[in-house]
């Protein structure tokens, strides 16, 4: 019952969140001087097309543009009646986008499964790499072991994203015969799902995630060692090695589930960083994910898809960290007994 | 000093009972904080030599000009894409000093791209403190001195040149003018935005603190890139270099502080508990000074610790702005701004040099972090 309740409150929580989060965005979209819609009616003017200065004064008036900002964003978010009514981001509209001339929704559409699957597995890959390489890095401290670890790390969190990318995407290429760019062989694109699009899209998975995930992995795998070199020098597991318990065992048994908590804690640390990662990668590599969509939407003050990509990536790491609160509860009977405040 | 008959030292001067035995062990004692974190931090080999590293890299930033053969766009329209070029001491046995080769551009029509065919029977020696072209030194005084450059006839592009013809070696050293200030100013920022509100959340609690726990926890749970980006795509174009480069790196700082106001504000709320806050309140001493003059400079040293390991994530962040082309613009020279040129796999692929500065951007972050833990394993010097 006190978990479903925290579970309730965490939900709520995050909501609440999500609103101081929407006017965040919106405010932000915002700031450069202008939109769209009226950059586009002076250059219209500028070149003499009255038609178009007519479709697109229009345009202003049907998506509110030409009212004040706080009203837009009522509007926005649909907390306020619009030209049509209630019809913002609660009622599942996400806005036009002027740039692709098509409702953001429709342009979005499979970009945010895959932004979803590459950040996914990028979470997955930081775990499975971090949590052997932390815990080796631990046992056989100060060894050579535990230097390269330290070392491949240092360098993870040391290389831009971005460049890495570049590098491994240039010799995979080269040498593994990975395929260069997008997430999908261009011919499965549109297509429905199916076994080879699978097969493709995994194939095409292993150089973003490798990118996405090598930062954060190195965190990670540093962190774990260092808790787990705190729980090593514990008497119990003195104990433990005491009573003829083998190595492996011990690990396993003992220390490991201690160190485990900020591990798991450490998705909400994690995702940020890791969504981050995710859209600039997206650019350099060309994944059909939305950090693209957002990059040309900002540049080109295409306001209601730059937002509604801020909130969808807000809103992604805000799920992350919501589960991992919830895993830790799951995990520790001390918080879920009602240490937290 | 005498040596006795067995070869035993032995102090022959008199010996009185009132010389105070503990005063050896008090200098220990005594000694300054200082003292003992400069005595532990020498320990830390790794963080020692990248402090010294990046002490001289900073050294070199208002000399930039002086130091570098070429400006940050002067071109040599004849040597686009030209490779690095090494510097030579020796021709057909004989040491003659550092020289250069020289290179002659042949066009490829079958590729479409330049040849570089070098001359190795003539050597030319290099030229020091030679007049090229003009610079500000410390950006204020004007002068043509430069520390080495090309002779007459002949190129040095120590790490080859880019798209347009200008030296990658001397815009790496003009970039790094941008790029290692941006984490300072960023930090700066962040430093000033993270004390304060952490010490008001601290030092206040009740409701203050939990507005500032609020925005910490919206701002860390958001990712950082986009924000950043939608907040730069805002910086409007027409604005000049250096005005951007100071809203990109105050950019930087306003989204960084999160993590430094959550330090600040745990330390403050296990230290204004202690008995010398209460005095100096009890004294009449306002907030403002408590927080100041007794309960800040208890933990100064950690911040600057944590500061110095915040660093490196700015001066990626700038690097992945301009790399991205929201950041920093031409004419302005950054090491990202740099690797923009290096963004597609051709030009990895065919001219590998114009992705150089990747380099100092690993070794000056991989430097800032191991300052960092250097720092952070001696800063607190009491702690054995």
């Known amino acids: 019952m006190m978990l479903l309740q925290y579970a309730v409150m965490r939900f709520a929580t995050m909501l609440l969140t999500l609103w101081v989060v929407s006017i965040l965005v919106f405010v932000i979209i915002n700031l450069p001087p202008g939109d769209y819609l009226s950059n586009q009616i002076a250059e219209l003017r500028a070149t003499g097309q009255a038609e178009g200065v007519a479709k697109a004064e229009f345009l202003r008036r049907e998506y509110a543009l030409d009212r004040p900002i706080w009203e837009q964003y009522l509007i926005w978010a649909g907390f306020a009646p619009g030209p049509q009514g209630f019809f913002g981001l609660i ?62 790390g240092y360098l993870g969190l040391a290389t831009p994203n971005f460049l ?87 690990l396993r048994k003992y220390p490991l589930r201690m160190a485990f908590n900020p591990f798991v804690a450490d998705l909400g640390n994690l995702l940020p960083a890791m969504v981050s990662g995710s859209v600039l990668v997206s650019v350099v590599l060309g994944l059909q994910t939305i950090g693209p969509y957002l990059l040309t ?45 | 000093m005498g040596i006795q008959p067995s070869n035993r030292f032995v102090d022959t001067a008199p010996w009185t009972d009132d010389a105070d035995l503990s005063e050896i062990a008090r200098a220990e004692f005594d000694a300054p904080a200082y003292v003992l974190v400069w005595r532990k931090f020498r320990r830390h080999k790794l963080g020692l030599i990248s402090g010294v590293f990046l002490l001289l890299c900073y050294l070199i930033l208002p000399v930039a000009g002086f130091v570098s053969p070429y400006t940050a766009n002067e071109r040599s329209a004849d040597y686009l894409y030209h490779p690095p070029q090494g510097i030579n001491l020796w021709h057909a046995g004989d040491f003659i000093g550092p020289f250069v080769y020289p290179t002659t551009a042949q066009a490829d029509l079958e590729n479409y791209r330049w040849t570089y065919h070098t001359d ?55 970039g790094a003018q941008l790029s290692l200030t941006v984490g300072l100013i960023g930090i700066t920022v962040s430093f000033a935005l993270g004390i304060f509100f952490g010490a008001l959340a601290g030092y206040f609690g009740g409701r203050t603190d939990w507005i500032v726990n609020r925005a910490i926890e919206i701002l860390r749970s958001l990712p950082e890139l986009p924000l950043w980006l939608a907040l730069s795509a805002a910086v409007p174009s027409n604005w000049g270099p250096v005005a951007v480069f ?54 100064m040293s950690h911040l600057i610790a944590s500061a110095t390991l915040s660093i490196p994530a700015m001066i990626l962040g700038e690097t992945a702005l301009s790399f991205l ?48 833990d250097g720092l952070r394993a001696s800063l607190d010097p009491y702690r054995t």
């Open chain 1, 164 to 250: 890495l990318a570049l590098m491994l995407f240039y010799y995979g290429h080269k040498y593994f015969d990975l395929p260069i760019g997008g997430l999908m062989a261009p011919a499965f694109e549109g297509q429905p799902m199916s076994w080879p699009k699978v097969k493709s899209i995994l194939v095409h998975l292993i150089v973003p995630t490798f990118v996405i995930g090598t930062s954060g992995a190195a965190a990670m795998m540093q962190r774990l060692r260092a808790n787990m070199l705190d729980e090593l020098s514990k008497p119990y597991v003195e104990t433990a090695i005491a009573k003829g318990m083998k190595p492996s065992k011990m």
């Open chain 2, 246 to 299: 100071f809203v990109i790196s105050i950019i930087l700082g306003i989204l960084d502080w999160p993590g430094l106001a959550r330090a600040v504000r745990s330390k403050f709320l296990s230290l204004r508990e202690e008995e010398f806050v209460r005095a100096a309140e009890m004294m009449g001493a306002r907030p403002g000074r408590v927080i100041r003059r007794h309960l800040l400079p208890n933990f």
């Open chain 2, 120 to 174: 190795e029977t003539s050597p030319m020696p290099l030229e020091f403190f030679c007049e090229g072209a003009q610079y500000n030194l410390i950006g204020l005084i004007p002068s043509d001195t430069h520390l080495f450059c090309a002779p007459d006839g002949a190129t040095m592009f120590l790490w080859g040149s880019d798209r347009l013809g200008r030296d990658v070696f001397s815009r790496i050293l003009y």
């Open chain 2, 325 to 372: 082309g929201l950041g920093l613009r031409a004419p302005a020279v950054s090491w990202g701004v740099m690797l923009n040129d290096a963004q597609n796999l051709a030009s990895i692929e065919i001219y590998p040099w114009t992705a150089t500065p990747m380099l100092p951007i690993i070794v000056v972050v991989l430097a800032f972090n191991f300052l960092g």
């Open chain 1, 297 to 341: 939407a900002l540049k080109s003050q295409d306001q209601f898809l730059a937002a509604f990509v801020l909130m969808f990536v807000a809103l992604l790491t805000l799920i992350g960290t919501m589960i991992s609160d919830l895993l830790l509860v799951l995990l520790d009977p001390r918080i879920r007994m009602g240490a937290r405040d």
């Open chain 1, 91 to 152: 009622q599942g509209n996400f806005g036009w986008s002027f740039e692709f001339d098509r409702p953001v929704a429709e342009i979005v559409g499979d970009a945010l499964w895959l932004t979803v699957l590459v950040n996914l597995a990028a979470v997955i890959f930081v775990y499975v790499v971090a949590l052997p390489l932390g815990v080796l890095a631990a046992a056989k401290s100060e060894t050579w072991v535990d230097y390269t670890a330290g070392f491949v």
